[in-house]
């Protein structure tokens, strides 16, 4: 079992710049894939970013391309996933939520998000226009 807490979100501007921190605990951290999604309201939740289990690999939604950059720290004592979102825009309101895959499996990462094992309970974000 993986417990996962995001934190980091808040009210911005458009064209401010937001880290969200995953802080996992339970299983040695760096067995795992990890991703984050949000979810807006009204709409289903959908893929942001993914990264492999030691980080080498990442892999984004074409609407945050170049904006926004996910990271790990493996470290035992941190254990955190990251995502740097920069240039934020309006339509990147949403609540966001960090995600953990079980270990096994061939693939870097994982944009499915029917293939994640374990969810935090979600930051809000929301940026003004």
């Known amino acids: 079992q993986v417990q996962l807490v995001e934190s980091g979100g808040g009210l911005v501007q458009a064209g401010d710049s937001l880290r969200l921190s995953c802080a996992a605990s339970?299983?040695?951290?760096?067995?795992?894939?990890m991703g984050w999604f949000r979810q807006a309201p009204g709409k289903e939740r959908e893929f942001v970013a993914a990264?492999?289990?030691?980080?080498?690999?990442?892999?984004?939604a074409d609407s945050v391309r170049g904006r926004f950059t996910i990271s790990r720290d493996n470290d035992n004592a941190k254990s955190t996933v990251y995502l740097q979102m920069d240039s934020l825009k309006p339509e990147d309101t949403a609540v966001y939520y960090c995600?953990?895959?079980?270990?096994?499996?061939?693939?870097?990462?994982?944009?499915?998000?029917?293939?994640?094992?374990?969810w935090g309970q979600g930051t809000q974000v929301t940026v003004s226009s």
């Open positions: 995600a953990a895959a079980d270990p096994g499996g061939s693939t870097y990462v994982i944009r499915n998000k029917n293939l994640y094992d374990y």
């Open positions: 339970g299983r040695t951290f760096s067995n795992y894939r």
């Open positions: 990264i492999s289990w030691s980080g080498g690999r990442t892999y984004y």
